[in-house]
């Protein structure tokens, strides 16, 4: 098996030093993260993909700058807000959701309002309804707060990106 580096025969992983199998695992969602000091989350993506991880065996995102989250397959951030929306009674398209990074991309898509950060992967800015300052500028908050008050009738700036 050479180290555990060959996945398939003829290609190999790059040479690099892997650590225990806890230490790819975020205790906080229950899934393996996966990280390459080489490779950009796309390539290692590609790379998993080309051995056999795909749509029917598991669902690969870009989750970071360097990371990829591998779940189940067909499970993503849109399922797990769909399931949450059936237990509260709640239809997507009333529902509001932030991202930045490839990983959000399908929950931004199902819900009726998906919002990028103004500093967001740009697959992510090009697959939002708006864009809202970055979490150092408090986009988060201001785009919240400049909701209310559009839906309980202030007439402030609309739900998007801070003034200049």
């Known amino acids: 098996m050479d180290g555990g580096r060959r996945l398939v025969t003829g290609q190999r992983l790059p040479r690099t030093t892997w650590r225990r199998r806890q230490d790819f695992v975020d205790p906080e969602k229950g899934e393996p993260s996966l990280c390459h000091p080489d490779l950009t989350p796309g390539e290692l993506v590609d790379l ?38 059936d237990v509260v009674g709640v239809a997507a398209e009333d529902t509001v959701a932030f991202g930045d990074m490839p990983v959000d991309i399908p929950m931004l898509t199902l819900v009726g309002h998906g919002v990028a950060m103004d500093n967001a992967h740009p697959d992510v800015l090009a697959a939002a309804t708006s864009v809202t300052d970055g979490v150092e500028d408090d986009g988060f908050s201001r785009f919240v707060d400049r909701l209310v008050d559009v839906r ?7 739900p998007g990106p801070s003034p200049g």
């Open 48 to 85: 998993l993909s080309t051995h056999g991880l795909g749509p029917t065996t598991a669902t690969l995102t870009i989750a970071g700058t360097t990371i990829v989250d591998i779940a189940p397959a067909g499970i993503d951030k849109a399922s797990g807000v769909l399931r949450a929306l």
């Open 152 to 158: 309980s009738g202030y007439a402030g700036a609309p």
